[in-house]
């Protein structure tokens, strides 16, 4: 609606020099909306923006972040629990991309708006009829807005979004069921690091379960921190540990690799809570 308050408050003034055409006999109190905006105006309104909710929509981000932490951790991974999880973070992935759409959307109209404006001539008293009349028409907001958002919607939807929380939600139920299984992305790249069907949750340099877990950039091999220093210690970059792999790394090559941190934190809570229950066992014997 702020949009349509801005075309249709447009004004204009006149002034009452008598050494130039005469005023129209009813002076108008608002313009025509064939009229385009005042050039001052056009920027003015140009370098509007709306409401930025984005700081929100990071805090919220980074709330369904630590709460991924928070579950694993306490061994609150029933199915219950991750559909009800999952859900939530889809319907709240929606709205995000409908915000930004709708942030592109606003931007595009705007720009379209300018440029469409800029190519109509000045509203000059010789142009001044044409402008009342309508034979000459500024674009209608609304309208180019509209268009926008038509293309926008035609436009194919995008693909699974490749950001690490969306990846590791949308690994969440299947890792919730078995923390080693293969993710249905995972099945055809061969080079992912699988044994007997099922991903190791052990560094293949120390042999001991990943403490922190580091993947490479470069080629997707995951070691833990402590192995792959110790590996380029001597020399900083190496062939990458993992046979026939090929690839040259170094330190700056591997991120933390918060997928394989959240398969060892499901299966260290699960264990824990195994030991928990057989010490409980022992000391009141059902
Ligand atoms: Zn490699």
Redesign the pocket.
């Known amino acids: 609606m702020s949009l349509l308050k801005f075309q249709a408050g447009k004004r204009i003034a006149f002034t009452t020099n008598t050494n130039t055409k005469p005023m129209p006999r009813e002076t108008p109190t608002a313009v025509p909306e064939s009229v385009p905006l005042h050039h001052t105006a056009l920027q003015v309104f140009h370098d509007w923006r709306p409401s930025d909710i984005s700081a929100i929509l990071n805090e919220t981000r980074s709330q369904f972040s630590q709460l991924l932490d928070q579950l694993s951790e306490v061994n609150a991974t029933s199915p219950d629990v991750v559909d009800t999880l999952t859900q939530t973070f889809r319907e709240f992935r929606h709205l995000e991309a409908q915000q930004n759409s709708l942030q592109n959307n606003i931007d595009l109209a705007k720009s379209k708006y300018r440029s469409q404006c800029e190519e109509l001539p000045p509203v000059t008293w010789e142009t001044w009829d044409a402008y009342r009349e309508g034979e000459l028409r500024a674009p209608h907001l609304l309208h180019v807005f509209e268009e926008t958002e038509r293309d926008s919607e035609s436009q194919p939807p995008p693909a699974n979004s490749a950001d690490e929380l969306s990846r590791l939600y949308r690994a969440l139920p299947h890792i919730a069921a078995d923390p080693q299984c293969i993710l249905p992305d995972e099945a055809a790249d061969d080079?992912v690091q699988i044994a007997g069907g099922q991903i190791e949750l052990a560094c293949p340099i120390t042999c001991k379960p990943f403490q922190r877990p580091m993947i490479?950039r470069?080629?997707?091999?995951v070691f833990d921190h402590a192995g792959i220093e110790q590996y380029l210690s001597a020399q900083s970059t190496r062939d990458?540990?993992?046979g026939a792999?090929?690839?040259k790394?170094s330190m700056r090559d591997f991120v933390p690799d918060r997928l394989m941190e959240l398969r060892c934190k499901i299966t260290r809570a699960r264990e824990g809570s195994r030991k928990a229950q057989r010490a409980l066992e022992n000391v009141v014997p059902i």
């Open positions: 080079d490479s470069k080629c997707g091999h990458c540990p993992q792999c090929g690839q790394v």
